[in-house]
């Protein structure tokens, strides 16, 4: 066994001990839980450590070697070694483990995985040309390890086996365009707390207002767009007083119908039925009534079928301010009954199709319909052709004779009852709802032995990888090159991943991997206190989602550093998320790249996303950002809160008012929570001078001035959110190495365990060599043991 000075040694220690002082007691010492639990440590008793076995107890070791990554251990207040002795020591424990680790890797054994939501409807997408909502077929994934593509918890229960079912016969009639669909509603509704009296992102410049929609058409015919506009708890409309508002419907950017609010003025309707090609008629326009009800606004037109852009908004008459308020609410539905407003919608209803004149020329079936059956004898070759594509594609392999069969089985069934459309639409359906498409599965080669490691196939590596970057299913590419056996060469499987990368389905990795690990995804039911930020509205609540993807998206795509994240010295808004900053000379709802100038907003930590989901709503929550920080950006969640611990205190009427500090303080009083609080709280304090909507305020909730001060677990002195983020960066591994173990995560469907740290810490040693680019650690990752190689089944 290696022998450390003293001053290395007392790294396990309270204090400085002596050389010779034995391992036990070091550990009883210093291996100090959050809850000052002395006797065990992962469930091993102390007496089992032996600093001679180490990678005997990897388990317990490594989370010794995150405290001492992170400077937590000794606690905060004993006595510390230098951070060179805690280096050293730290980095003898990890090379013990890596070593062994090489000997004897261990690459886990991950679950049957089900395709989750995501995944289900990016591999109809890629499959058959498709966008669908899979949340209209599917409920919500559970989420383990912060992600909701882990493996274990992806079950299938009888009531979800039967959805998989119904989404397979719905999405093959829509795909394929079955002429005999019945007219359907589908409802878009318009969040209440938007605002509309300014032009939204995406909508026909020199609007106000509205929705845009991106719906499918599943036939030729008419059909009905019925407008519901915004009205108040007594049934009036808001905005009530305001005179000829015009509201405009566009298809595919051209107008097709105006409707115009006027409460003096009813003109008798003109015919509203119109093919949307043959070009507008201003004599369509329709006068309404103030008190008519909202479903009169409506119009029907002929449509194509397939993927169309609905248009929906505000004629914008003019860009003078709101009369008689000095300063106006940025958030306009504030009051609804306030009769100053200006009209809002409410929701958008498409119905039909009606008279359906045919399946028209969709994507989807240029897709599915790679041949067209003149005579009957050309109609099985022909089903044959386009059976065997899509089920290679469905079943990401290859498709078997016998597989091919059982689906041909089906389309002659359908053949038999209707028309040749009828028969791949049936054939189609059959595939859908197979296990092969549903799950990816991974077997054991048939010669290996029980309970070791093995190389999984080319074609298993090309659904992991397809999977991991574009959570969808491999392309034509990705399965010739397994089916030829050249995936596993590494010059062309790097080749591979950067061209995934560059490729605009890795926008994938934006939104479901950022999504979960930077709580993007919890955007969407915050609610801060409307009497405290009468300001925020949905419009800042996506302007918050929109900075973070695009910014978390520039680092991927420009394949920067992934200490950017931390750092970097620009970011993207638009007009309405400047305001909010405080960010001048910023026009319109479009967003783009700026220059960030204020040291406290460099990075994410002085992003709104973060700021906002970490917050209550009536304040911020130094605990609930402390935790975000820890579990997120360092890598050392905090323990779950004892049993029978109160909740935080409110501040009493009548008396002083309490700042959150002063509470947290008291709050700290009771024993089992001190442990845990010394360690979160100063880090959500640093960022204190950050409301709950993340806007920059130097008073408090109380009014009394912010202070943000506070001393870090490893002994570092903190004044606010720069000297945060130069105490993280100090300590690079660390958020690298948390960022590569949450990719992991994301990319194995499961979570990383201690025997996946050797190979995490080469990933980030590798990348180190590279700047830490992004990606570096995706490659690192894509060639790493746990991604390439498997455990079989135990006997």
């Given at each position: 066994?290696?022998?450390?000075?003293?001053?290395?040694?007392a790294?396990?220690?309270?204090g400085?001990?002596?050389?010779q002082?034995s391992?036990h007691a070091?550990l009883?010492k210093?291996?100090?839980?959050?809850?000052?639990s002395?006797?065990?440590?992962?469930?091993?008793?102390?007496?089992t450590?032996?600093?001679?076995?180490?990678?005997d107890?990897?388990?317990?070791?490594?989370?010794?070697?995150k405290?001492?990554?992170?400077?937590?251990?000794p606690?905060?207040?004993?006595?510390?070694?230098?951070?060179?002795?805690?280096e050293?020591?730290?980095t003898?424990?990890?090379?013990?483990i890596?070593?062994?680790?090489?000997?004897?890797?261990?690459?886990?054994?991950?679950?049957?995985?089900?395709l989750?939501?995501a995944?289900?409807?990016?591999?109809?997408?890629?499959?058959l040309?498709?966008?669908i909502?899979?949340?209209?077929f599917?409920?919500?994934?559970d989420s383990?390890?912060?992600?909701?593509?882990?493996?274990?918890?992806?079950?299938l229960?009888?009531a979800?086996?039967?959805?998989?079912?119904?989404?397979?016969?719905?999405?093959s009639?829509l795909?394929?365009?079955?002429?005999a669909?019945?007219?359907?509603?589908?409802?878009?509704r318009?969040?209440?707390?938007i605002?509309?009296?300014?032009h939204?992102?995406?909508?026909?410049?020199?609007?106000?207002?509205?929705?845009?929609?991106?719906?499918?058409?599943p036939l030729?015919?008419?059909?009905?767009?019925?407008?519901k506009?915004?009205?108040?708890?007594?049934?009036l409309l808001?905005?009530?007083?305001?005179?000829?508002?015009t509201l405009?419907?566009a298809?595919?950017g051209?107008?097709?119908?105006?409707?115009?609010?006027?409460?003096?003025?009813?003109?008798?309707?003109k015919?509203?039925?119109?093919?949307?090609?043959?070009?507008?008629?201003?004599?369509?326009?329709?006068?309404?009534?103030?008190?008519?009800?909202?479903?009169?606004?409506?119009?029907?037109?002929?449509v194509?079928?397939g993927?169309?852009?609905?248009?929906?908004?505000?004629?914008?008459?003019?860009?003078a301010?709101?009369?008689?308020?000095?300063?106006?609410?940025q958030?306009?539905?504030?009051?609804?009954?306030d009769p100053?407003?200006?009209?809002?919608v409410?929701?958008?209803?498409?119905?039909?199709?009606?008279?359906?004149k045919?399946?028209g020329d969709t994507?989807?079936r240029r897709?599915?319909?790679?041949?067209?059956?003149?005579?009957?004898?050309?109609?099985?070759?022909?089903?044959?052709?386009?059976?065997?594509?899509?089920?290679?594609?469905?079943?990401?392999?290859?498709?078997?004779?016998?597989?091919?069969?059982?689906?041909?089985?089906?389309?002659?069934?359908g053949?038999n009852?209707?028309?040749?459309?009828?028969?791949?639409?049936?054939?189609?359906?059959?595939?859908?709802?197979s296990?092969?498409?549903?799950?990816?599965?991974?077997r054991?080669?048939?010669?290996?032995?029980?309970?070791?490691?093995?190389?999984?196939?080319?074609?298993?590596?090309?659904?992991?990888?397809?999977?991991f970057?574009?959570?969808?299913?491999?392309d034509?590419e990705?399965?010739?090159?397994?089916?030829?056996?050249?995936?596993?060469?590494?010059?062309?499987?790097?080749?591979?991943?950067?061209?995934?990368?560059?490729?605009?389905r890795?926008?994938?990795?934006?939104d479901n991997f950022?999504?979960?690990?930077?709580?993007?995804r919890?955007?969407?039911g915050?609610?801060?206190?409307?009497e405290?930020?009468p300001?925020f509205d949905?419009?800042?609540?996506?302007?918050f989602?929109?900075?973070?993807?695009?910014?978390?998206g520039?680092?991927?795509?420009?394949?920067?550093?992934?200490?950017?994240?931390?750092?970097?010295?620009?970011?993207f808004?638009?007009?309405?998320l400047?305001r909010?900053?405080?960010?001048?000379?910023?026009?319109?709802?479009?967003?783009?790249?700026?220059t960030?100038?204020?040291?406290?907003?460099?990075?994410?930590?002085?992003?709104?996303?973060?700021?906002?989901?970490?917050?209550?709503?009536?304040?911020?929550?130094?605990?609930?950002?402390?935790?975000?920080?820890?579990?997120?950006?360092?890598?050392?969640?905090?323990?779950?809160p004892?049993?029978?611990?109160p909740?935080?205190?409110?501040?009493?009427?009548g008396?002083r008012p309490?700042?959150?500090?002063?509470?947290?303080?008291?709050?700290?009083?009771?024993q089992?929570?001190?442990?845990c609080?010394?360690?979160?709280?100063?880090?959500?304090?640093?960022?204190?001078n950050?409301?709950?909507v993340?806007?920059?305020?130097t008073?408090?909730?109380?009014?009394?001035?912010?202070?943000?001060?506070?001393?870090?677990?490893?002994?570092?002195?903190?004044?606010?959110p720069?000297?945060?983020?130069?105490?993280?960066?100090?300590?690079p591994?660390?958020?690298?190495?948390?960022?590569?173990?949450?990719?992991?995560?994301?990319a194995?469907?499961?979570g990383?365990?201690?025997?996946?740290?050797?190979a995490?810490?080469?990933?980030?040693?590798?990348?180190?060599?590279?700047?830490?680019?992004?990606?570096?650690?995706?490659v690192?990752i894509?060639?790493?043991?746990p991604?390439?190689?498997?455990?079989?089944?135990e006997?």
């Open positions: 066994m290696r022998v450390f000075p003293a001053i290395s040694i790294i396990l220690t309270v400085f001990l002596p050389a002082t391992h070091l009883d210093y291996c100090v839980t959050c809850h000052n002395k006797t065990k440590i992962a469930g091993l008793t102390l007496d450590m032996d600093l001679s076995k180490v990678p107890s990897a388990e317990t070791w490594e989370k010794v070697i405290k001492l990554r992170t400077g937590a251990m606690p905060l207040g004993m006595p510390k070694p230098d951070k060179a002795s805690a050293e020591f730290a003898w424990l990890e090379t013990s890596d070593k062994a680790a090489a000997a004897h890797p261990n690459p886990g054994r991950p679950a049957l995985h089900r989750n939501r995944e289900y409807a990016n591999a109809i997408r890629d499959m040309a498709l966008d909502d899979s949340a209209e599917l409920p919500a994934d383990s390890f912060g992600f909701d593509n882990v493996a274990s918890v992806l079950g229960s009888p979800l086996q039967e959805r998989y079912i119904a989404a397979a016969g719905k999405i009639r795909a394929v365009g079955d002429p669909t019945s007219p359907i509603v589908d409802t878009y318009v969040r209440s707390d605002s509309q009296d300014d939204i992102e995406g909508l026909p410049l020199g609007t106000r207002g509205g929705v845009l929609i991106h719906h499918n058409f030729d015919g008419e059909y009905v767009i019925k407008v506009l915004l009205k108040s708890t007594v049934d808001f905005g009530g007083n305001a005179l000829d508002e405009e419907i298809l595919n051209e107008r097709v119908k105006t409707l115009t609010i006027n409460p003096k003025k009813k003109a008798e309707p015919p509203d039925v119109k093919v949307a090609s043959e070009g507008f008629d201003p004599a369509a326009a329709t006068k309404l009534s103030m008190s008519q009800p909202p479903d009169s606004l409506e119009a029907r037109l002929f194509k079928a993927p169309q852009i609905v248009t929906v908004a505000f004629l914008k008459k003019t860009l301010p709101v009369e008689d308020l000095v300063e106006p609410l958030r306009s539905t504030f009051d609804p009954s100053k407003g200006l009209p809002h409410l929701s958008v209803s498409i119905g039909g199709p009606f008279e359906a045919g399946s994507p989807s897709r599915i319909f790679t041949c067209h059956p003149a005579t009957a004898s050309e109609e099985m070759p022909c089903a044959r052709k386009i059976i065997s594509t899509l089920a290679a594609h469905a079943y990401r392999e290859p498709v078997s004779d016998s597989d091919l069969e059982t689906l041909l089985g089906f389309y002659q069934e053949r009852k209707g028309t040749f459309e009828n028969g791949i639409e049936m054939a189609l359906r059959r595939m859908l709802a296990p092969q498409f549903v799950f990816r599965f991974e054991d080669p048939a010669n290996v032995v029980a309970d070791t490691n093995y190389r999984i196939s080319d074609l298993d590596l090309a659904s992991r990888l397809s999977f970057l574009w959570s969808s299913i491999p034509d990705l399965i010739r090159l397994a089916s030829q056996g050249k995936l596993k060469n590494p010059a062309v499987l790097e080749q591979q991943v950067r061209r995934m990368l560059a490729d605009a890795s926008q994938a990795l934006v950022a999504g979960q690990w930077l709580y993007l919890n955007l969407r915050v609610a801060p206190d409307l405290t930020f300001n949905d419009n800042l609540r996506q302007a989602k929109t900075e973070t993807e695009l910014f978390f520039s680092i991927m795509h420009e394949d920067h550093n992934v200490l950017d994240l931390l750092n970097a010295n620009y970011t808004v638009n007009e309405r400047a909010h900053y405080g960010i001048p000379n910023i026009y319109g709802s479009q967003f783009r790249r700026v960030v100038t204020d040291d406290a907003r460099r990075g994410l930590l002085g992003q709104g996303s973060l700021l906002i989901v970490t917050s209550v709503a009536t304040r911020t929550s130094p605990v609930q950002r402390g935790k975000w920080l820890l579990e997120n950006i360092m890598g050392t969640p905090p323990n779950p004892p049993a029978g611990v909740p935080l205190k409110e501040n009493v009427a008396g309490l700042t959150v500090r002063e509470r947290m303080e008291q709050h700290r009083e009771n089992p929570c001190a442990g609080h010394k360690v979160l709280d100063p880090l959500g304090f640093a960022l204190d950050f409301d709950a993340g806007g920059w305020r008073l408090g909730e109380d009014g009394s001035p912010i202070d943000a001060t506070g001393v870090l677990a490893d002994g570092t002195k903190v004044n606010g720069v000297d945060l983020r130069n105490a993280l960066l100090s300590r591994n660390v958020f690298v190495g948390t960022m590569t173990g949450k990719l992991m995560t994301y194995l469907g499961r990383v365990e201690y025997y996946d740290m050797p995490i810490r080469a990933i980030v040693h590798d990348a180190a060599r590279n700047d830490y680019r992004f990606s570096s650690l995706v690192g894509v060639r790493s043991v991604f390439q190689m498997r455990r079989s089944q006997e």
